[in-house]
């Protein structure tokens, strides 16, 4: 379980937590919860999003389960520092929407002794590393990685399979587009898919030398 930073006022520095994983892992839900924890606390918090995220609310973070926070939706990372002027946490959803400055944004931050606190998924549809994401990773004091069931065998699900069609590596969707499998389920998945796609050409014959 993540337990807070104990914040020592002699040391004006902050710190990164990032909380990744596959779609419906719960990572929002984590995020919101962490942000309220603060807000409870008298901290100022102020939450961002990139304004592309439309599919509950255009101006708050909504959980898949519906829980809810209010946030600035954000064209580009470099509006955050703007936005975020004497906050002692700022919490940032969707991240792997957002460019490389975000990287830098969020390190800036946490010198400046803010706590950032920034979800997203590691991996794409294809199961690869996502936009920023491995960058801060890498950078945060604490990563925390959550998991999602997997609606095919019931394991822990990390991978995130895109049902769509659409080839785009961004979608916005949920569980008509998407689905998280495991391991194994999302292997078996697009083997099948590789073999659909695949033009199976007959040999052409030979003929017998004269």
Known sequence: MFLENTVNQEEQFGWIEVICGSMFSGKTEELIRRLKRAQFAKQKVEIFKPEIDTRYDEDKVVSHDSNVIQSTPVPAAANIPLLADGCDVVGIDEAQFFDQ???????????????????????????????????????????????????????????????AKSEDLVLLGETDEYEP??????????TKEKVKKMNVNEPEEISPKK
């Not at 975000?102 to 803010?114: E, M, P, Q, S, T």
């Not at 499998?181 to 697009?190: D, P």
Request: aromatic share 10%.
């Open 101 to 163: 400055e975000i990287v830098k944004v969020c390190n800036d931050l946490a010198n400046k002794g803010v706590r950032v606190i920034i979800a997203g998924l590691d991996m794409d549809f294809k199961g690869n590393p996502f936009g920023p994401m491995p960058a801060l990773m890498a950078t945060a004091e604490y990563v925390t990685k959550v998991h999602a069931v997997c609606t095919r065998t019931g394991n822990l699900a990390h991978y995130s399979y895109r049902k």
């Open 181 to 190: 499998l495991s391991r194994a389920a999302y292997y078996k998945a697009m």
